[in-house]
């Protein structure tokens, strides 16, 4: 009886460890996402005062 309890447990920790890696893996890559599209928007934002300040020297 003691050894099914304990291959229940193993088996549920298992089962439990590879969620929580599942869920870690989505909230680093939903950060990486976030972070590449920050970069992006910055790039964007540095090319526009760039274009502004020429028209501007003009």
Do not use: C, G, P, W
Not at 20 to 27: D, T, V
């Amino acid at each position: 009886m003691i050894e099914i309890l304990l291959f229940i447990f193993i088996i549920a920790l298992a089962i439990f460890l590879y969620f929580k890696n599942q869920q870690y893996n989505r909230a680093v890559d939903r950060h990486n996402r976030l972070a590449e599209k920050q970069e992006e928007l910055i790039e964007m934002l540095r090319k526009n005062n760039e274009t502004e300040n020429s028209k501007d020297e003009n």
